[in-house]
């Protein structure tokens, strides 16, 4: 069943319950049966089920609890809106986290980047002015930056919550 969804479940049989009295003598009429007719008679006994699934109870339900107690159903139907209403402030608030955080991580990756492209060309400036010890652990470093700020995002595992 779906998240908050509530299930009622009515069984109701056909036949009405006897006395005590009356029941003991159709338990004793009924042990005189054959048991053919034993079975005959306690398949033909209806069962019938009322499933009901969601928030708001049945519209006969609703109807039996107002009569019970005056504006009942009112205040059930009332209280199933509210709370469809902050399923769905607490759903947009979601959303709006998750925007958040992609724009955070696409940020992220953009300035990584552009730190790695810029240590490249420090690297390359170091290079032309004939600075190679310099220049060669700062274009590796530069390049290892960009690459790892692209590469970063998919090592991490995902959490699909």
């Known amino acids: 069943m779906a998240h908050g969804k509530k299930s009622k479940l009515k069984t109701k049989k056909t036949p009405v319950v006897p006395s005590s009295s009356e029941n003991a003598v159709l338990a004793e009429k009924f042990e005189r049966l054959s048991p053919d007719t034993q079975r005959q008679l306690l398949m033909a006994t209806e069962l019938k089920q009322e499933i009901h699934v969601g928030p708001i109870p049945s519209p006969q339900d609703l109807t039996s609890y107002d009569k019970t107690l005056p504006g009942l159903a009112e205040r059930i139907v009332s209280m199933a809106e509210k709370e469809q209403e902050m399923r769905n402030q607490a759903g947009q608030a979601k959303a709006e986290n998750i925007k958040l955080i992609i724009g955070n991580k696409k940020r992220a990756i953009s300035y990584s980047g552009l730190i790695g492209v ?25 390049t290892l930056t960009t690459l790892f700020s692209f590469v970063w995002d998919k090592l991490k595992p995902r959490d699909n919550n």
């Open 118 to 142: 810029a240590i490249i060309i420090v690297a390359g400036i170091g290079t032309w002015n004939g600075s190679a010890l310099i220049a060669l652990p700062l274009g590796l470093a530069g």
